[in-house]
């Protein structure tokens, strides 16, 4: 493995771990008090999409630039190339089969990993157009896959090629029953996590290009995946800057969080993840030396954070667990 940029870091010696800030006493309940964040491993250049595989006790997560996707086991702490090149993949979740799903912005699709290691392409076209270049990634319960396709990989060089877009920036489903790719939400500015509430009625989407400020937009769905009644549950206020997210069993959302680049004085301030309850409050903080660009829940419970983080990968325990155990 040939690594980029590693970020130096020291484990807290106290506890409370001081990296985690209290903003609401709902938090509270949250935090583990004797545990600390956690740095597993750093030398990426732009860490995204990580995801847990309980059934191996490993975690996944892309580097973008570097064109790989790096495998971390829990056993051993070892680091390796899971694949490489990766035709520059960003978010990945498994299918109700465990299958990993992955959203490749080279190749501007969505892929299916099968069990023997083929590669099945699930989508990308949509009315006989090329996709943008799929960032995120979920799956329902009921099979569905969703995922969001802003135009990121197509805008130079680093995370993919430069091309024009031949659809606007959107959210789509593929359905369980007949593959068919449905555009369902094609209004999102700069649409990018997403993720479910815990029984699957609200699907929160992050408009990362909203004006004023970043924002998570929800939506209530219904059996057949129609969506309505869209609200801002969350808006960034200012130079935060809101990525990927996941959700624990009691609703609260765990964002990736940093800077828009408009922070003045102390930016990194801002990087970590940033804990809002279901009803959009900022519950609490966890301070990182590195800008966040996506979480997800893992472990042997579910209960440990995982905080794909620019150049490294964190982790912390929680006193929750994630709401949706496929990724």
């Known amino acids: ?42 030398g990426m ?42 035709n520059n993949a960003n978010g990945h979740t498994r299918d109700t089969q465990g299958r990993l799903l992955s959203c490749e912005h080279l190749s501007r699709r969505i892929t299916r990993t099968e069990y023997d290691g083929r590669i099945t392409v699930l989508a990308d076209r949509f009315d006989g157009k090329r996709l943008n270049s799929p960032n ?28 024009p877009a031949e659809l606007p920036q959107a959210v789509y489903r593929i359905d369980p029953k007949t593959g068919e790719l449905q555009q369902v939400l094609p209004d999102v500015p700069g649409p990018n996590g997403l993720a479910f509430s815990p029984d699957e009625s609200v699907l929160y ?27 801002v549950v969350i808006d960034a206020q200012g130079p935060g800057a809101l990525d990927g997210i996941a ?22 301030q801002l990087d970590g993840v940033r804990v809002f309850a279901p009803d959009g409050t900022a519950i ?20 440990r954070l995982f905080m794909a983080s620019s150049h490294s990968l964190y982790a912390i325990y929680t006193n929750t667990r994630g709401a949706n155990a496929l990724g």
């Not at 989407?205 to 869209?230: C, E, F, I, M, T």
């Not at 624990?248 to 930016?267: F, I």
């Open 45 to 86: 250049r732009w860490a995204e999409g990580p995801v847990w595989f309980g059934d191996g006790r490993y975690l996944l997560v892309s580097d973008i630039p570097s064109n790989r996707i790096l495998r971390w086991d829990e056993t051993s702490g070892q680091v390796s190339e899971f694949r490489t090149p990766s």
């Open 205 to 231: 989407v992050v408009a990362s290009r909203a004006k004023p400020h970043r924002q998570v937009w929800a939506y209530d769905v219904d059996a057949q995946g129609a969506l309505s009644n869209r609200r």
């Open 247 to 268: 959700i624990d069993v009691d609703g609260n959302l765990w964002c990736g969080w940093g800077s828009d680049g408009s922070a003045h004085g102390n930016p990194e």
């Open 284 to 303: 609490g903080h966890i301070h990182l030396p590195e800008r966040c660009a996506n979480v997800c829940f893992g472990g042997a419970k579910n209960n």
């Open 1 to 42: 493995m040939n690594p980029g940029p590693a970020i130096p870091f020291a484990t807290s010696s106290r506890y409370p771990d001081p990296r985690i800030e209290v903003l609401d006493e709902r938090f509270l309940k949250l935090r583990v008090f004797s545990s600390s964040v956690e740095q597993l491993f750093s």
């Open 136 to 163: 995120d990634i979920i799956c329902q319960s009921n099979g569905a896959i969703w995922f969001t396709d802003p135009p990121f990989g197509i805008a130079g060089d680093w995370e993919g090629d430069p091309a």
